[in-house]
């Protein structure tokens, strides 16, 4: 924790929860704001959420003031148990409690046709509600006080990078940054899963630790996992630099990031000096093959769960520390990375290809 940040702590912005007495006095805290109709920041175990009142339409206004968010792009709604959730959906199909005894409390949200009690604000003006029970001890501590849902999108600005730890809300939100409750590291670290379970198909809209498969195992059917921003690799020559723009840019770190999948350092140096920028600072994420020779390398590790709770932390560090670009090594293409490769896609702006 920086000095900024302990004087955040200090002067009652976050609120620390690492004593039982602390947990308690800032779940009470939290739920005494949000009946109030004040946004609060809320740690969960996939990022940390910027919670209001479900249900009041002026409280869950505030959010999308806060994150600067376009209010085209619907809520999550979080709930603490499936009498819950069911009250909030206006048709509850068995997939849905099929996948809720599987999932919940977890990384999944299910979008589900509405019911008359949510606000057209939390939803976009759409007919669906997406549904989630978090598996974080504080957020669900704070949903039994308050007894009401709660909308809460990631803690970040519209289309930064999601918060994984506390300071990481109170750099990207900055002076609109309601109270932050501090629940240390997200240990899923990538946002949920979520599936569209309100038609005939199932479809997954976004991928997540929740894995596909999964979900098909428990239901015994299909879901449609949809493939969009598929990179399109093939038409391009050897050592090219994709172009910016191709994809919708999302969760994305201020520096620019670079994707690339490198045999060796020699290889990695030569594709680097023909399609890298010409200067600036890079900071080289590794997994498999370490370079040496660059400013800063580090290295996440092999098995996805633990890859995902440490990207988006290393991402934050790398802006912190003034990267100007991130060269990142694609971690496999197998389905248990698939959340992991989506977030890559959406916030990648270069990729490096090379001979094969
Ligand atoms: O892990 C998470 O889901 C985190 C934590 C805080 O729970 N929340 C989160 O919220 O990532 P947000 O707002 O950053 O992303 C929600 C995503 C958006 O892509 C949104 O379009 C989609 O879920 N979504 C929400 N409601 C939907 C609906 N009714 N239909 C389709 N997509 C929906
Ligand atoms: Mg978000």
Redesign the pocket.
């Known amino acids: 924790m920086s000095s900024n940040d302990k004087s955040l702590v200090a002067s009652g912005k976050i609120l620390r929860t690492d004593t039982p007495q602390a947990f308690r006095e800032a779940a009470e805290a939290a739920a005494c704001r949000l009946r109030q109709g004040e946004a609060v920041v809320l740690p969960?175990e996939?990022?940390?959420?910027?919670?209001a009142n479900a249900l009041d339409p002026l409280a869950v206004a505030n959010i999308y003031q806060i994150k600067g968010?376009p209010s085209r792009?619907?809520?999550?709604v979080?709930v603490c148990s499936l009498e819950m959730a069911r009250d909030c959906a206006g048709e509850w199909p068995e997939v849905a409690t099929k996948l809720a005894c599987a999932f919940w409390p977890g990384?999944l949200?299910m979008?589900v046709a509405?019911s008359k009690i949510i606000p057209n604000v939390v939803?976009?003006g759409?007919a669906?509600?997406?549904l989630?029970w978090?598996d974080h001890p504080m957020f669900v501590a704070v949903l039994k006080a308050c007894g009401f849902p709660l909308a809460?999108?990631?803690?970040?600005r519209s289309n930064q990078v999601?918060p994984t730890a506390a300071e990481h809300v109170v750099r990207s939100l900055g002076d609109r940054c309601p109270m932050v409750v501090d629940g240390g590291n997200c240990n899923?670290g990538?946002?949920?899963t979520?599936v569209?379970v309100?038609g005939d198909q199932l479809r997954v809209?976004?991928p997540?630790m929740i894995q596909v498969q999964a979900m098909e195992t428990v239901l015994g059917r299909k879901i449609i996992a949809d493939q969009r921003d598929e990179p399109r690799g093939d038409e391009e020559a050897s050592g090219a630099l994709r172009s910016p723009g191709l994809l919708e840019i999302h969760y994305a770190p201020k520096a620019v990031l670079w994707l690339g999948r490198w045999q060796s350092e020699l290889s990695l140096r030569e594709a680097w000096e023909k399609c890298g920028p010409a200067q600036g600072k890079v900071a080289v994420i590794a997994h498999h093959i370490l370079p040496v020779g660059f400013e800063r390398v580090s290295v996440l590790p092999h098995d996805p769960e633990a890859y995902a709770r440490g990207m988006y932390a290393e991402w934050h560090r790398c802006d912190e520390l003034g990267y100007e670009f991130i060269l990142l090594e694609l971690p496999p293409n197998t389905p248990e990375w698939g959340g992991i490769h989506d977030r890559l896609k959406r916030a990648a702006r270069g990729m490096l290809l090379f001979e094969r």
């Open positions: 969960t996939t990022v940390y959420g910027l919670a968010r792009n619907p809520l999550i979080h990384p949200t979008v509405k939803t976009a759409g669906t509600v997406g989630r978090p809460a999108p990631s803690a970040n999601s899923v990538i946002e949920s979520v569209d309100s809209l976004r997540g």
